[in-house]
């Protein structure tokens, strides 16, 4: 199985905010933009594997600026880093007020995505090729991102975390 560049699964997707996406306060409803941000990541984890995938995680999504009624949203996926049937996509959002001309960051996250075979099994993906300094800095940090979700979810110890362990502990 070829090596893919983590550029080649880039997914760009944008959403106009419409009265049914908002809250009572106008702003853009976070399950809406969850609902987007996990398409956009689905859209480049099958587009990394060439393959159906499904969400394992969402472990972080963190809400900065809120997107108002009328504005557009603007979803841009990647592949940061794929282990071997598992693929951890970051997600970053924009709003766009396009009567102002005004662009602003309003969300991150990460998630966790597996490839399966047609039985419905889990299956090896392509290694990802980080080229940018970002693609790498986000390719370094997913494995201590991947230890951290492991423990979380008690299928790895803390002391075996040895990636994340040294960000704490001097040896």
């Not at 999504?61 to 108002?68: H, V």
């Amino acid at each position: 199985m070829q090596a893919k560049k983590c550029s080649e699964s880039k997914i760009v997707m944008s959403e106009m905010v419409f009265p049914n996406d908002t809250n009572f306060y106008g702003n853009l409803m976070g399950g809406r933009l969850m609902y987007w941000i996990d398409t956009a990541a689905f859209m480049a984890a099958a587009k990394h594997s060439n393959a159906p995938c499904v969400t394992a995680s969402a472990d972080n999504i963190s809400f900065e600026s809120p997107i108002k009624l009328g504005q557009v949203v603007h979803i841009e996926a990647q592949v940061c880093r794929a282990f071997k049937t598992s693929m951890e996509i970051h997600v970053k959002v924009w709003g766009e007020d396009i009567t102002q001309q005004y662009k602003y960051k309003s969300n991150e996250a990460y998630l966790t995505f597996v490839a399966l075979d047609p039985n419905g099994k889990p299956r090896t993906v392509p290694e990802s090729i980080p080229e940018t300094e970002e693609e790498k800095r986000l390719f370094e940090g997913a494995l201590r991102r991947r230890q951290l979700r492991l423990i979380l979810a008690k299928k790895m110890k803390p002391d075996e975390a040895k990636e994340l362990k040294a960000l704490f502990v001097n040896d």
